[in-house]
């Protein structure tokens, strides 16, 4: 591990969603550890996000900076957990103008950063690293397939055929095994883009300055997506990318990641505890999912039609869903299922929870950070992959085959019975080979953030590259 006497200044800029902000949050832990100073901007709602790493880390300092006054943003919204469905292009917009006050922190700044590592959301903050003379790395809590599928389309700007066929495939041919989606598929904020919505032109804007950045760093690793690597690595032009993941919070927080409830992680836990190895289906679908009532029917009903022991944890409804549409458990579900099948409203400790030895399979939306988890947990998944790059994640597991596709897109109703097979021959007799597979995987992760690992060895790159003067 790089340790340096005087470790340089860099200031880190995660996105206020939770799904980006942990894994950056993670990387800073990382980066302190090899003794950078680190400074990290946050508004005020999302402090708390904070008090962990502040706690062990004394060197990070956090710049609480005012949500900007905007109109596009509802009154008294600071993060994308408060947002309706659609909101993040609006609080991509917004975050701009923190621009100026953060130019102003800059020039008064004693000891200023000599580097800006910011989400992929902030694509603007290489303009002001322009300004300010410093290096801006991206910061990707995707994958590298992903990504690459994302960067070849604002590099490309591909169109349909039939404006009106939102099934028409389009095909990148540039990336290894050729990846091929619906257009449905593709990034909502692309085809927003496409479609004329007036706030996207800073979306390609934001890309475009992603593209041209300095570095990008992955909350991935090597041995996961080799060949993807080294295209995005050719994309670019240059070899400044690193794969520092699967970024996991110290051993003593993962029961907490991502929420805060003692009781209900002890309470899992004793639940749990009651079964055999690999014999329990975790289902969840992520921090911003909420099922439709008839999506929370059909998939209620396969799991109680497949026999398997499942624990489901899901996202009640917020602010733009209506009520009563959204995330309601079928009646008298639990009471069905009681001694199988556990269900937990709200948060539930997903890292301890998938490194339980009773767990077998995941059913999962496909969110980056749940793959992540999922692949060094040695926890095969059940993919239903709902929007944003989930659908190239899905991919991902096919090609490495430790994930069965069960559904797909974020309206779809399920088939119960098709979901009941699947989940019951996700723990049953054949399920060997698919956790032979993930097991493989799992030390694969395990050992490339051990010492001298791939992750390892990037992470001490990275650190002398900013510290670099």
């Given at each position: 591990?790089?340790?340096?006497?005087?470790?340089?200044?860099?200031?880190?800029?995660?996105?206020?969603?939770?799904?980006?902000?942990?894994?950056l949050l993670d990387l800073a832990h990382q980066?302190?550890?090899?003794?950078?100073?680190?400074?990290?901007?946050?508004?005020?709602?999302?402090?708390?996000?904070?008090?962990?790493?502040?706690?062990?880390?004394?060197?990070?300092?956090?710049?609480?900076?005012?949500?900007?006054?905007?109109?596009?943003?509802?009154?008294?919204?600071?993060?994308?957990?408060?947002?309706?469905?659609?909101?993040?292009?609006?609080?991509?917009?917004?975050?701009?103008?923190?621009?100026?006050?953060?130019?102003?922190?800059?020039?008064?700044?004693?000891?200023?950063?000599?580097?800006?590592?910011?989400?992929?959301?902030?694509?603007?903050?290489?303009?002001?690293?322009?300004?300010?003379?410093?290096?801006?790395?991206?910061?990707?809590?995707?994958?590298?397939?992903?990504?690459?599928?994302?960067?070849?389309?604002?590099?490309?700007?591909?169109?349909?055929?039939?404006?009106?066929?939102?099934?028409?495939?389009?095909?990148?041919?540039?990336?290894?095994?050729s990846p091929c989606y619906p257009w449905w598929?593709?990034?909502?904020?692309?085809?927003?883009?496409?479609?004329?919505?007036?706030?996207?032109?800073?979306?390609?804007?934001?890309?475009?300055?992603?593209?041209a950045s300095y570095g990008l760093i992955f909350?991935?690793?090597?041995?996961?997506?080799?060949?993807?690597?080294?295209?995005?690595?050719?994309?670019?032009?240059?070899?400044?990318?690193?794969?520092?993941?699967?970024?996991?919070?110290?051993?003593?927080?993962?029961?907490?990641?991502?929420?805060?409830?003692?009781?209900?992680?002890?309470?899992?836990?004793?639940?749990?505890?009651?079964?055999?190895?690999?014999?329990?289906?975790?289902?969840?679908?992520?921090?911003?999912?909420?099922?439709?009532?008839?999506?929370?029917?059909?998939?209620?009903?396969?799991?109680?039609?497949?026999?398997?022991?499942?624990?489901?944890?899901?996202?009640?409804?917020?602010?733009?869903?209506?009520?009563?549409?959204?995330?309601?458990?079928?009646?008298?579900?639990?009471?069905?299922?009681?001694?199988?099948?556990?269900?937990?409203?709200?948060?539930?400790?997903?890292?301890?929870?998938?490194?339980?030895?009773?767990?077998?399979?995941?059913?999962?939306?496909?969110?980056?950070?749940?793959?992540?988890?999922?692949?060094?947990?040695?926890?095969?998944?059940?993919?239903?992959?709902?929007?944003?790059?989930?659908?190239?994640?899905?991919?991902?597991?096919?090609?490495?085959?430790?994930?069965?596709?069960?559904?797909?897109?974020?309206?779809?109703?399920?088939?119960?019975?098709?979901?009941?097979?699947?989940?019951?021959?996700?723990?049953?007799?054949?399920?060997?080979?698919?956790?032979?597979?993930?097991?493989?995987?799992?030390?694969?992760?395990?050992?490339?953030?051990?010492?001298?690992?791939?992750?390892?060895?990037?992470?001490?790159?990275?650190?002398?590259?900013?510290?670099?003067?």
């Amino acid at each position: 591990m790089a340790i340096l006497e005087n470790g340089a200044h860099i200031l880190v800029f995660p996105y206020p969603a939770q799904g980006h902000m942990i894994p950056l949050l993670d990387l800073a832990h990382q980066l302190a550890l090899r003794n950078l100073t680190i400074t990290i901007l946050v508004t005020p709602k999302n402090l708390h996000f904070l008090k962990p790493l502040l706690t062990r880390h004394p060197s990070i300092q956090p710049l609480v900076l005012p949500f900007p006054a905007t109109t596009s943003i509802p009154d008294g919204v600071e993060n994308v957990r408060d947002l309706p469905p659609n909101g993040f292009k609006f609080m991509m917009a917004a975050l701009v103008d923190l621009y100026d006050p953060i130019v102003n922190w800059f020039q008064n700044h004693p000891s200023p950063p000599v580097a800006i590592v910011s989400d992929m959301f902030l694509g603007w903050t290489n303009r002001l690293a322009g300004e300010l003379k410093i290096p801006r790395y991206v910061f990707s809590p995707s994958g590298v397939l992903a990504l690459s599928v994302v960067y070849n389309l604002w590099q490309h700007m591909p169109k349909r055929n039939d404006p009106t066929d939102d099934n028409e495939v389009i095909k990148f041919s540039e990336i290894p095994n050729s990846p091929c989606y619906p257009w449905w598929q593709l990034s909502p904020l692309f085809r927003s883009y496409v479609e004329g919505n007036p706030q996207s032109e800073v979306l390609r804007d934001s890309n475009q300055r992603n593209i041209a950045s300095y570095g990008l760093i992955f909350n991935s690793f090597t041995e996961l997506e080799r060949v993807y690597l080294d295209y995005i690595k050719k994309f670019l032009g240059h070899d400044r990318v690193w794969t520092v993941g699967p970024l996991l919070p110290p051993e003593e927080e993962r029961a907490r990641r991502g929420g805060s409830s003692e009781i209900v992680a002890s309470e899992i836990k004793s639940w749990l505890d009651q079964f055999e190895d690999e014999t329990v289906v975790y289902v969840c679908f992520g921090s911003q999912a909420v099922l439709t009532n008839d999506q929370m029917e059909m998939l209620a009903l396969g799991l109680e039609k497949s026999s398997v022991r499942f624990l489901w944890s899901f996202k009640e409804p917020t602010k733009g869903h209506m009520i009563g549409e959204y995330g309601m458990i079928p009646i008298g579900l639990e009471d069905r299922v009681a001694g199988r099948g556990l269900v937990v409203k709200g948060w539930s400790p997903q890292v301890t929870i998938l490194s339980h030895p009773a767990v077998g399979a995941f059913l999962t939306h496909c969110g980056w950070n749940s793959v992540l988890e999922s692949i060094a947990a040695g926890v095969p998944m059940l993919t239903w992959p709902m929007g944003a790059d989930q659908f190239a994640n899905a991919d991902l597991l096919d090609q490495l085959q430790v994930g069965t596709r069960v559904c797909e897109g974020e309206k779809t109703v399920p088939d119960s019975d098709k979901l009941a097979r699947l989940v019951a021959s996700s723990v049953g007799d054949e399920k060997r080979v698919r956790i032979a597979r993930a097991k493989v995987l799992s030390e694969a992760a395990v050992d490339s953030i051990g010492k001298d690992g791939s992750s390892y060895r990037a992470l001490d790159s990275l650190v002398n590259l900013l510290s670099k003067p």
